[in-house]
């Protein structure tokens, strides 16, 4: 069985290079380990548009399903605002450029000088 460590990190690296490669903007990861319970990463990303936003949720899930055996939960896909996904250890915010800054998530768990773009 792997290790769940390398597991999340593997995760959390598919799922940067997917969203970076699928022309998402502003990806930012943030280490939750030790912060909390919910998962090891967060990674936080803007579409352009709705359409974008579900494209990329689609895409992700597809390809965690196939690479990693993942099975992700999903929700908002169908309005494309902001879409959450959970792969395990690994939690995915997807968001169209007005609803990431109208609720600032990642600002919550940076501190200061954190946080790594993908792109």
Known sequence: MADPKSMSEATRALITQT????????IVEIDLRGKSEMGDFMVVAT???????????????????????????????AQGDWVLIDAGDVIVHLFRPEVREFYQLEKMWL?????SAAS
């Not at 969203?19 to 502003?26: F, I, Q, W």
Request: net charge negative; with cysteine; proline share 2%.
């Open 19 to 26: 969203l970076d490669s699928e022309k998402a903007e502003d």
């Open 47 to 77: 579409g352009r548009s709705t359409r974008q936003v579900s494209a990329l949720a689609e895409k992700l899930t597809d390809k965690l399903k196939q690479e990693l055996s993942i099975l992700c939960k999903i929700e908002g896909k």
């Open 111 to 115: 501190s200061p000088g954190e946080g």
